[in-house]
């Protein structure tokens, strides 16, 4: 779905992402975890056209969009998030959706006209069912919990009926409930299939949610691999903790969502 070979991104001389290289598979949940200023989140505006970049590809689909902007970007099949759900807080949750998904243009006026795809109600109501929150339809985001922001947000991204969704934090500000609840959200997106890219500090989501996961830190792939391969790399303990796999102390559970007994 999502190829990105040695994409490298710079401000001001520094160099924010150096030689970056990640595969993702249609179909997949895929992760992005690394401290503080590893540059996350700098990949997905670099993948989606927010950001400039100094070298590499990035396709989609096998083909490149590193020269689009970011609108055709979108138009490709590309859906992000930001890490704040940037809500029309004077619309109700229907009308965020509907602003969303309508994209007038000639072309699709002659397709809908030929072939008639599906009503505009019925798109959000699927996209509110797969996020989880069908009951919100008629409410305005003022009302709603951090939680249920997050997760219209979500159903905002999908509306557009994505070929890949990208999640810039999405589980900042929730509790052990409402993270536990968007994960399993995500996993019915990638279901109906939509592959995701999941980039979060919640290191729990991430490996508990995730079919592969990369690592970043300070520009750089140091690592990736299965869950259990991941929260057991010295590397990422390191990148987490400042120490090594030998010093590691308990601190590692919260970090990394290891038990006491599978600490390495």
């Excluded at 138009?75 to 309508?102: K, P």
């Excluded at 069912?129 to 985001?141: E, K, M, N, Q, Y």
């Excluded at 052990?176 to 609840?181: D, I, K, P």
């Excluded at 991941?230 to 969502?257: F, H, K």
Aim: overall charge negative.
């Amino acid at each position: 779905m999502l190829d990105i070979a040695e994409l490298s991104v710079a401000y001001s001389g520094l160099r924010a992402l150096d030689d970056v290289s990640m595969h993702v598979n249609e179909g997949a949940v895929v992760g992005l975890i690394g401290p503080n200023g590893a540059g996350k989140t700098t990949l997905i505006d670099a993948v989606t056209g927010f950001t400039n970049t100094v070298s590499g590809q990035i396709s989609l689909r096998g083909d490149r969009i590193d020269q689009l902007p970011p609108h055709k970007r979108a138009r490709r099949g590309l859906a992000r998030t930001f890490q704040t759900a940037e809500l029309f807080d004077d619309l109700t949750v229907a009308e965020n959706l509907q602003a969303a998904a309508d994209r007038p243009s000639l072309a699709k006026l002659i397709v809908d006209a030929v072939r008639p795809g599906p009503s505009p109600d019925d798109l959000l109501g699927w996209a509110l069912d797969l996020a989880g929150v069908p009951s919100l339809r008629d409410r305005s985001p003022r009302e709603l919990s951090t939680g249920e922001r997050t997760l219209v947000g979500v159903a905002r991204a999908i509306v557009t009926k994505p070929h890949m969704l990208l999640l810039d934090e999405p589980a900042a500000g929730l509790g052990t409930a409402e993270s536990q609840q968007l994960g399993q959200r995500l996993r019915s997106v990638a279901d109906a299939g939509i592959t995701v890219l999941l980039v979060d500090h919640d290191v729990s989501l991430i490996l508990n949610v995730c079919d592969w996961i990369y690592v970043l830190e300070f520009g750089a792939i140091i690592a990736s691999g299965l869950p259990d391969e991941v929260r057991t790399n010295s590397r990422v303990i390191s990148a987490y903790l400042g120490s090594t796999a030998d010093s590691v102390s308990t601190a590692i559970e919260p970090a990394l969502g290891l038990a006491a007994d599978d600490q390495p």
